[in-house]
C-alpha cells in the first residue's frame, strides 16, 4: 500500500506522536485520530484516513511497529490500540 506525500507526513505525525506518548505515558490506549486535533482529522479526505488506518493497522499486525497491539474497534469504528510499556 503506498501512501501519497499528503498521507506520509500524516503516517510520520502519528510515529511522532507515538513516540512522545511512550515518554510521557500518558495513557496506553489510542486510536489514530487522538495524534490529531478534531479539526485537523477531519479535514483530512475519508479515503487517507481508511488508508492511513488499513497500513498502520497491518504494520501493528505484522509487528512492525513495537510494543503495540491492536485491542479493539470502539463506538465510532475506529481501532483502538495499546500500548505495551
Not at 510520520?12 to 510521557?24: D, F, P, V
Not at 474497534?73 to 481501532?79: V, Y
Amino acid at each position: 500500500m503506498n501512501l501519497q506525500e499528503d498521507e506520509h507526513i500524516l503516517y510520520i505525525k502519528i510515529l511522532s506522536g507515538m513516540r512522545q506518548r511512550r515518554s510521557n505515558e500518558d495513557t496506553s490506549e489510542f486510536s489514530l485520530p487522538d495524534f490529531f486535533s478534531e479539526e485537523e482529522w477531519f479535514e483530512v479526505p475519508n479515503s487517507s484516513r481508511l488508508k492511513l488506518g488499513k497500513l498502520f493497522k497491518q504494520k501493528v499486525d505484522e509487528n512492525l511497529i513495537q510494543n503495540v497491539v491492536f485491542s479493539y474497534m470502539n463506538k465510532k469504528n475506529w481501532a483502538v490500540y495499546k500500548m505495551i510499556f
